[in-house]
């Protein structure tokens, strides 16, 4: 079982940002994209964004462009996602999810669940009004 590394969620209130951050299990482990869901509660799971990993393009789900920056850290393979200017509907659980036998997947296709391989296990992020 592959296990990606999550952190920085947590307790903010309106308008704070937080930083979360998925890690590769290890140094040398390669994959094509990574993307961030979230899930509320009594909602579904929606996307958030995603990265291709060879050429950095990204994806935004619309309501949260321009609040939402998706970033590679080559050093520590590792994709961030800095959330800004939180609001309370941003609670849920946030997940990242890793393409790692799709090589060229559009980055457009990076929306769909099913083009992933991995999944964190879960992070809260609660915001307060």
Do not use: H
């Not at 462009?65 to 050093?75: A, C, E, N, Q």
Request: proline share 5%; hydrophobic share 35%; aromatic share 12%.
């Amino acid at each position: 079982q592959v296990q990606f590394v999550e952190s920085g969620g947590g307790l903010v209130q309106a308008g704070e940002s937080l930083r979360l951050s998925c890690a590769a299990p290890e140094p040398r482990f390669s994959f094509y994209a990574m993307g961030w869901f979230r899930q509320a509660p009594g909602k579904e799971r929606e996307f958030v964004s995603a990265i291709t990993w060879r050429n950095g393009r990204t994806n935004y789900a619309d309501p949260l462009k321009g609040r939402f920056t998706i970033s590679r850290d080559v050093p520590k393979n590792a994709v961030n996602l800095q959330m800004n200017s939180l609001k309370p509907e941003d609670t849920a659980i946030y997940y990242c999810a890793v393409d790692s036998s799709r090589w060229n997947i559009p980055v457009s296709a990076l929306v769909r669940e099913d083009n992933y391989d991995y999944w964190g296990q879960g992070m809260q992020v609660t915001v307060s009004s």
